[in-house]
Nanobody, 121 residues
Framework: QVQITESGGGSVQAGGSLRLTCVTT????????RGWFRQAPGKGREGVAV???????TYADSIEGRFTISRDNAKNTLYLEMNDLRPEDTAMYYC???????????????WGQGTQVTVSS
């Protein structure tokens, strides 16, 4: 059974920082990519950042330069370091395991339950 568990969300003021952490099942056949997606109220789910097993990354334009995705394969753990947070970053953030280095949710096979990030102005 695939397990994906996020932590690290919370409430911060604009300009602040948060670090999200996600622990996943050690091996998920055909789904070696890990990523962070987010969904704001009334909006669709969008890709934030995705990382391959070997470390290649792709980022959404809206967060590039402010967020950094990383993974520790030995610990089956994924991270998202978020700096210079803005009110528009407010959303539920989901950890995901997928089939490609893509920000499209359609390439995701497994989702976590999400962790809320709220940024106040």
């Amino acid at each position: 059974q695939v397990q994906i568990t996020e932590s690290g969300g919370g409430s911060v003021q604009a300009g602040g920082s948060l670090r999200l952490t996600c622990v996943t099942t050690s091996y998920i056949h055909g789904n070696s990519y890990r990523g962070w997606f987010r969904q704001a109220p009334g909006k669709g789910r969008e890709g934030v950042a995705v990382i391959a097993f070997g470390g290649q990354t792709t980022y959404a334009d809206s967060i590039e330069g402010r967020f950094t995705i990383s993974r520790d394969n030995a610990k089956n753990t994924l991270y998202l370091e978020m700096n210079d947070l803005r009110p528009e970053d407010t959303a539920m953030y989901y950890c995901a395991a997928g089939r490609a280095l893509s920000l499209m949710p359609s390439y995701v096979s497994y989702w976590g339950q999400g962790t809320q990030v709220t940024v106040s102005s």
